[in-house]
């Protein structure tokens, strides 16, 4: 559920009409609500609450500061995949204690920022990385608390792009060579394997793989608690999914009742990432409607946003309901139409052949569940500076992150005197 809805066919995010905060921010936009993200994260907590636990935001999803500040301040952490979000995170306010570090290709600067800041863990996912890890905490004078990502060949059954607990992808280590090398860990300096970490996939909406995942980890567990390995941290990642068109993903409570079910008797601090159940739905891109194509084939609705400010239909084929901002009257005409942006490239759409209410050139329309992984995907492609963000609160509202100017786009670009000089 979220907080943005129509009063007298206008579209609000909670107490705020939307075009309001475009005749003062324009558009392209994302607007988000905080009461959404809090009511979510409070959701997604309420079944942990009787047990050791941290939400770990993979702010991979939304790392705008503001949004990760009120995370933090109720009590949350952040799962980061590079030194920038460990920037992000720290610039934040996020206590170091509450962040954990994933991914396939850290750097050993990386490495060091994240040591000198002293976080959690390190999610650590291959051999190579293992002895980089111990080589910089051993140089630095310092311990690293590890867990392995472990890869536990689950079928997320989602999007192959967004698959990463197959024995296929390029993540983690493969289940069966996890104790082999969690006994190498335990005998290099300067490393302390105090977890196990795994993270199958992202938009699931089936409880069934995330249980399978569980499992195998529980097993894994045994082992390691038999070889003297003292894992106090099972980091299951993030992944549940949310509903963007007809999908039925697992109520948060159901997740949580089920995991709980599974680790209760394990005596650990449980861990999870969750990105998209915690903003997806949070946030909203605007976009205005330029001009109108009729087409023999196809009709053609072109708005002011495009592939560069959401890149989820392009690339994954990804549904987001559209909406206007100011709906018609309920006879309003229905019209079935591509909705594309600016760029110059076919695969620069919003929906395809979609049926909304006949849009004109000037209305504003909503794209929805835009939260997750809409603005942290956006690019200045086409030399289109990034959009603004808003962020609603009540009947209050503040920008977040000013629109990108042209200066913007070349900062830090140089021509070489001698071209500069026509050579
Ligand atoms: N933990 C790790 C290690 C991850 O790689 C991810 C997402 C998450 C947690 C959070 O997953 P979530 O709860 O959001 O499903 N750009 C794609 C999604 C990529 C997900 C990458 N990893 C999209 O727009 O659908």
């Given at each position: 559920?979220?907080?943005?809805?129509?009063?007298?066919?206008?579209?609000?995010?909670?107490?705020?009409?939307?075009?309001?905060?475009?005749?003062?921010?324009?558009?392209?936009?994302?607007?988000y609500?905080s009461?959404?993200l809090k009511?979510?994260y409070?959701?997604?907590?309420?079944?942990?609450?009787?047990?050791?636990?941290m939400i770990c935001f993979s702010m991979k999803a939304c790392s705008n500061l503001a949004i990760l500040k009120i995370f933090s301040n109720l009590g949350g952490g952040v799962d980061i995949v590079s030194g920038g979000e460990l920037f992000r995170a720290l610039k934040a306010g996020v206590p170091p204690s509450r962040i954990v570090y994933?991914?396939?290709?850290?750097?050993?600067?990386?490495?060091?920022d994240a040591?000198?800041s002293?976080i959690l863990?390190?999610?650590?996912?291959?051999?190579?990385?293992?002895?980089?890890?111990?080589?910089?905490?051993?140089?630095?004078?310092?311990?690293?608390?590890?867990?392995?990502?472990?890869?536990?060949?689950?079928?997320?059954?989602?999007?192959?792009?967004?698959?990463?607990?197959?024995?296929?992808?390029?993540?983690?280590?493969?289940?069966?060579?996890?104790?082999?090398?969690?006994?190498?860990?335990?005998?290099?300096?300067?490393?302390?394997?105090?977890?196990?970490?795994?993270?199958?996939?992202?938009?699931?909406?089936?409880?069934?793989?995330?249980?399978?995942?569980?499992?195998?980890?529980?097993?894994?567990?045994?082992?390691?608690?038999?070889?003297?390995?003292?894992?106090?941290?099972?980091?299951?990642?993030?992944?549940?999914?949310?509903?963007?068109?007809?999908?039925?993903?697992?109520?948060?409570?159901?997740?949580?009742?089920?995991?709980?079910?599974?680790?209760?008797?394990?005596?650990?601090?449980?861990?999870?990432e969750?990105g998209?159940?915690l903003v997806?739905?949070a946030?909203?891109?605007?976009?205005?409607?330029?001009?109108?194509?009729?087409?023999?084939?196809?009709?053609?609705?072109?708005?002011?946003?495009?592939?560069?400010?959401?890149?989820?239909?392009?690339?994954?084929?990804?549904?987001?309901?559209?909406?206007?901002?100011?709906?018609?009257?309920?006879?309003?005409?229905?019209?079935?139409?591509?909705?594309?942006?600016?760029?110059?490239?076919?695969?620069?759409?919003?929906?395809?052949?979609?049926?909304?209410?006949?849009?004109?050139?000037?209305?504003?329309?909503?794209?929805?569940?835009?939260?997750?992984?809409?603005f942290t995907?956006?690019?200045?492609?086409?030399?289109?500076?990034?959009?603004?963000e808003?962020l609603?609160d009540?009947?209050?509202?503040y920008l977040i992150r000013?629109?990108?100017?042209?200066?913007?786009?070349?900062?830090?670009?140089?021509?070489?005197?001698?071209?500069?000089?026509?050579?």
């Open positions: 559920m979220h907080y943005f809805s129509y009063k007298d066919r206008e579209l609000f995010c909670e107490q705020v009409p939307v075009n309001q905060i475009v005749e003062e921010f324009g558009t392209p936009l994302f607007v609500s009461g959404t009511r979510h409070r959701i997604f907590e309420e079944p942990f609450s009787g047990a050791p636990h994933s991914g396939v290709g850290k750097k050993s600067y990386e490495m060091d040591l000198r002293d863990m390190f999610n650590v996912e291959s051999e190579e990385e293992l002895q980089l890890l111990s080589q910089r905490a051993l140089a630095l004078g310092k311990s690293a608390r590890i867990a392995l990502r472990v890869n536990p060949d689950v079928d997320p059954l989602t999007h192959p792009y967004i698959s990463t607990g197959l024995k296929s992808n390029k993540f983690g280590i493969q289940i069966e060579q996890a104790l082999e090398i969690y006994l190498k860990a335990r005998d290099l300096p300067a490393l302390e394997p105090v977890g196990i970490d795994c993270h199958i996939g992202s938009q699931l909406t089936e409880l069934g793989p995330f249980m399978e995942a569980v499992s195998i980890l529980r097993k894994l567990l045994k082992k390691l608690r038999n070889n003297g390995i003292d894992i106090k941290y099972l980091d299951i990642g993030g992944g549940l999914g949310i509903p963007y068109d007809q999908e039925t993903p697992p109520a948060p409570g159901d997740y949580g009742a089920a995991i709980l079910d599974l680790v209760s008797d394990m005596d650990i601090t449980l861990i999870m969750p998209r159940v997806g739905n946030g909203v891109m605007i976009t205005r409607v330029l001009y109108k194509k009729s087409g023999l084939e196809k009709n053609f609705v072109i708005v002011d946003a495009a592939m560069n400010d959401l890149i989820r239909p392009s690339l994954y084929k990804a549904y987001h309901s559209i909406i206007k901002v100011k709906k018609s009257l309920d006879q309003a005409p229905k019209f079935v139409a591509d909705i594309v942006g600016p760029i110059c490239e076919s695969g620069d759409f919003l929906a395809r052949g979609r049926e909304i209410e006949e849009p004109f050139p000037g209305e504003l329309l909503a794209v929805m569940s835009a939260g997750a992984y809409g995907m956006s690019s200045n492609y086409n030399s289109r500076p990034r959009c603004a808003v609603v009540g009947s209050n509202y000013q629109r990108e100017t042209y200066e913007d786009l070349i900062r830090g670009e140089k021509v070489p005197s001698h071209i500069l000089e026509g050579k």
